[in-house]
């Protein structure tokens, strides 16, 4: 196997050149806190949020999974919307270990600049001190609350989406297997950002880009053992924990698929979107050259970062048919 790692993009590379400053590619268990407590960008505030008026805020505390807490929900809904909107159930990223729910929901505000909609971002408890299933039944539990709850939303239900990015990114596909599973809530798609799937962390563009770039192998395997513990990489780890293990992937929602070309989940990603189509499933998948992990929210101007958030938005759009 050749370790040589393709390029990054130069407007990418000359970004990282600065954001590997302050976000080393290696991340370790000894820096999960530190990390947490010395946040990257800060969470942004009700008024951040508001956009100058253009959304209203809420917080929704809702039952939790059996036997645990409650959870809480970020409601953004377009101001003056009279209508039902389609919905956008968010699953933010953080590798399974750092991040809230109002972390990464400036994207899915941008989609509803240009396709309205209503988002609802949920808190899930983090690992390791909460170990799946905690996390992805706390999105779960949330979902259900949001399907069943639509119409005192404004959520047109038969427009409901789960997307997230990163770690967000598997748990929205985990969220699409589980509703398939358990009957319910239908979802009218998935929206997978350079999304986290396969804890055996072996892939080719794995070992490529172990040290460079964002998110590295160092990285992921501190995030999958930090959910997984001693069961990391072994025969029985669930599909609701890393969708990549799941065995069948029929009767799941049109997904939307984007990676970068140089970055640790590419081969991953590719996999799980062949395998759709493999399922006689729909999915669009887009591998953006020279992107590293998480390229357009670390450098939303390059041209390249441009293009992808522009190519979500048109799938939003044909989707959902606003």
Do not use: K
């Not at 441009?306 to 044909?318: G, I, T």
Request: proline fraction near 9%.
């Amino acid at each position: 196997m050749t370790t040589i790692p393709p390029p990054f993009d130069p407007e990418l590379a000359a970004a990282l050149d600065v954001i590997g400053e302050r976000l080393p590619p290696s991340l370790t268990a000894e820096m999960i806190q530190p990390m947490r407590d010395g946040a990257l960008l800060g969470d942004p505030t009700d008024e951040d949020l508001s956009r100058g008026g253009a959304f209203t805020v809420a917080r929704r505390m809702v039952p939790g999974p059996a036997g645990a807490p409650d959870i809480e929900l970020l409601v953004l809904t377009p101001a003056g919307a009279r209508t039902a909107l389609p919905g956008i159930y968010h699953t933010h990223g953080g590798g399974m270990i750092l991040g809230n729910n109002r972390s990464g929901v400036d994207g899915p505000q941008d989609w509803a600049t240009e396709v309205p909609a209503v988002i609802v971002s949920v808190e899930y408890r983090l690992a390791p001190e909460h170990p799946h299933p905690a996390p992805v039944e706390d999105c779960y539990a949330g979902l259900v609350w949001t399907a069943e709850h639509a119409a005192e939303l404004g959520i047109d239900p038969q427009r409901l989406i789960v997307a997230g990015g990163s770690a967000g990114g598997g748990l929205t596909a985990a969220l699409a297997l589980l509703a398939r599973d358990r009957g319910g809530p239908a979802l009218a798609g998935q929206m997978l950002l350079c999304p986290m799937i396969d804890d055996r962390n072996d892939t080719p563009s794995a070992v490529q880009m172990a040290g460079r770039g964002v998110w590295d192998r160092t990285s992921n395997e501190t995030g999958w053992t930090a959910l997984l513990g001693a069961d990391r990489g072994g025969p029985d780890v669930s599909p609701y924990a890393a969708p990549a293990r799941a065995t069948d992937l029929s009767g799941l929602p049109p997904a939307f698929i984007d990676v970068g070309s140089a970055e640790t989940f590419r081969d991953e990603d590719v996999t799980y979107a062949s395998r759709i189509w493999q399922a006689g499933g729909q999915a669009e998948l887009h591998v953006w050259a020279g992107g590293f992990h998480g390229f357009d929210g670390l450098a939303p101007q390059a041209a390249v970062s441009q293009e992808a958030r522009a190519a979500r938005v048109r799938w939003l759009r044909r989707l959902l048919g606003a």
